[in-house]
């Protein structure tokens, strides 16, 4: 069996087995043909000093360190698989050590730029113009909201299902990584926007039978990320936000932030935001500094 089969046979144990999703699985399939690539006699045969060889390559070309080692878990994964499936007798990356990782802040947006996109979203929803015009402009306005009322990653967002907005609820299930399922809250205005967006869905005949709340004519049948992310840059330099600073990502930090620097519980967030790990949600932490130094310089008896 060659590295590409079992390749393969790896990404079809991770789908069958574990549940890996469809990014997940692609995301694996990127590095390990990378890899197996940029090896000698490909991946599935590589010895130590191999692996440690293309991880100094893609170092030096400029991968970040977090590349780096998601590249290196996805390599690990592989050879546990070929251990445990009785493949190879030994796991050449045991004695590697991992990239080591800085803890960035994630980019996020102030409240009052965040509110500045969100009213130019309504702005534009309720200006009339071209039938088209008019449609994009009320799908957007739905996704920012909802976005900024919930947290979602972009690939849950773009993939709500119809039936969300059509019970109108404050709170809606969502699954998320691993297929887990969390609740998350939907704000007033989140809603409203949904409830536009779906009587203007209505009218176009094309959306009728599409199960996905934001249907499109593409493979997945939901609008892409990718048009998404454009569509919000658009949104931002109109808004006299440099759209360089914002992605649908940094619109999930903003919720996680803003929630935080008003009072949230950690916990609560990371449940809202569906990390299986509290250490994930650590990177908020200096949120919450920065809302103990306020709370001390404005309260305290002593404080200047």
Avoid: C
């Avoid at 990404?11 to 469809?22: D, I, P, Q, T, W």
């Amino acid at each position: 069996m060659n590295s590409a089969a079992r390749i393969e046979a790896f990404l079809e144990m991770m789908s069958a087995e574990r549940g890996a999703a469809e990014n997940t699985l692609s995301s694996y399939r990127r590095d390990l043909e990378d890899a197996s690539e940029a090896i000698k006699g490909g991946l599935a045969g590589a010895g130590s000093a191999d692996i440690r060889a293309y991880l100094d390559d893609i170092a030096a070309r400029g991968f970040a360190p977090t590349s780096q080692a998601r590249k290196l878990s996805a390599i690990r994964q592989f050879f546990k698989f070929l251990y445990a499936e009785g493949l190879r007798g030994d796991d050449p990356t045991g004695t590697l050590d991992s990239p080591r990782k800085g803890r960035p802040l994630p980019k996020t947006m102030s409240e009052a730029e965040t509110g500045r996109l969100l009213d130019r979203a309504a702005q534009e929803a309720g200006e009339s113009g071209p039938d088209g015009d008019r449609l994009a402009a009320l799908r957007l306005h739905a996704l920012v909201e909802v976005l900024y009322a919930t947290g979602l990653r972009v690939s849950e967002l773009v993939g709500l299902p119809v039936t969300v907005a059509l019970r109108d609820d404050r709170f809606f299930m969502v699954h998320g990584k691993g297929d887990k399922e969390r609740m998350v809250p939907l704000s007033t205005k989140a809603r409203a926007a949904m409830r536009a967006w779906l009587a203007a869905r209505a009218e176009r005949p094309a959306f009728a039978e599409s199960p996905f709340l934001f249907p499109a004519s593409s493979d997945s049948g939901h609008l892409s990320r990718q048009v998404f992310a454009r569509d919000l840059k658009g949104l931002a330099a109109r808004s006299g936000i440099a759209s360089a600073k914002i992605s649908p990502h940094v619109l999930r930090h903003a919720f996680a932030s803003h929630l935080l620097q008003n009072g949230a519980d950690l916990r609560a967030v990371q449940q809202l935001l569906g990390h299986a790990d509290i250490s994930t949600t650590q990177i908020y932490t200096h949120v919450l500094e920065e809302r103990l130094v306020r709370l001390v310089n404005d309260h305290h008896p002593l404080a200047d």
